[in-house]
């Protein structure tokens, strides 16, 4: 059966990544040394460790896993534990519901955190995995420390994602309906109506996040550079980097840029910029 693409531009990085020389150097996403799996909530859960030091969870994409981040696992984890999860339904990551929520998902890794005692973390996410790092902020706010992501939304129309962006979704998911109710094609839509009728993210609940974050996106991104002003402009300790010339795929094709502005935001405090200091 031709697999039916569910998200353009998390296949075209996924593309890229598997054409650079450095992903191949460890299966990152199926590596068995640095593998684990926890069964909770309907879930078993698939998740990776590597490095000593203060926990980071990386957060992939619509569609995507574990091996997205390559370029991200080894730069952090010289000095973060870095925890790489695939997401519910995503990699190796089972779902054993019928239903799928973005919910759902923060929700499995607060339980993931649990498990490991682990009190609190740093976060970076990429689409999706942005979109789990603001509802991780919201729904346990005491489980992130920072969090830093590009490319997300807060609702699924043609102003949290580009007319031509969600047209793609809306096609692929019709497409989907068309093919036999196969496992396969049960669980492709699943992360396909993830997108097309999530998140419903409101500004309300922005204000409440508590955690100094770095939104990050694309000039010519997925997501509308107005949208991603406005996630910025209403949490409370936020910063704001709009990176030239790039689309979706920040962390691939602007990754040396995205890894060391994100350690620089991770290990130096929050600042609040007003007054006169604006004109630094």
Not at 40 to 67: A, F
Not at 155 to 170: K, S
Request: with cysteine; hydrophobic share 40%; net charge neutral.
């Amino acid at each position: 059966m031709k697999r039916i693409p569910i998200l353009l531009p998390a296949l075209l990085g996924l593309f890229a990544l598997l054409t650079q020389p450095s992903a191949a150097q460890v299966p990152y996403g199926n590596n068995p040394a640095a593998g684990h799996y926890l069964e909770t909530r309907g879930v078993k859960l698939y998740y990776e460790t590597y490095g000593q030091g203060l926990p980071l969870l990386l957060l992939h994409g619509n569609g995507g896993s574990i091996s997205n981040m390559s370029n991200q696992i080894p730069y952090f984890s010289k000095d973060y534990k870095v925890i790489a999860i695939d997401t519910r339904a995503h990699g190796k990551s089972k779902n054993l519901l019928d239903s799928l929520t973005f919910e759902q998902i923060v929700d499995d890794f607060n339980a993931l955190l649990d498990t490991l005692h682990l009190d609190s973390c740093y976060v970076i996410g990429w689409s999706d995995g942005g979109i789990d790092a603001l509802l991780l902020a919201i729904r346990h706010p005491d489980k992130v420390k920072k969090m830093a992501f590009t490319g997300a939304n807060l609702w699924p129309d043609t102003t949290g994602l580009t007319p031509f962006v969600w047209n793609l979704i809306q096609r692929g998911n019709v497409a989907l309906h068309k093919q036999p109710s196969t496992p396969e094609v049960k669980r492709q839509l699943q992360i396909s109506d993830l997108d097309l009728y999530q998140p419903h993210i409101t500004l309300d609940q922005l204000h409440h996040i508590t955690c100094p974050t770095l939104v990050i996106g694309g000039d010519h991104d997925a997501i509308p550079v107005l949208h991603t002003v406005l996630i910025a402009q209403n949490i409370p300790q936020s910063y704001l980097w709009i990176v030239p010339n790039s689309g979706h795929s920040v962390p691939i094709f602007k990754k040396d840029q995205f890894n060391t502005l994100i350690y620089d935001f991770f290990t130096h405090p929050y600042r609040k910029i007003e007054g006169i200091a604006t004109f630094q």
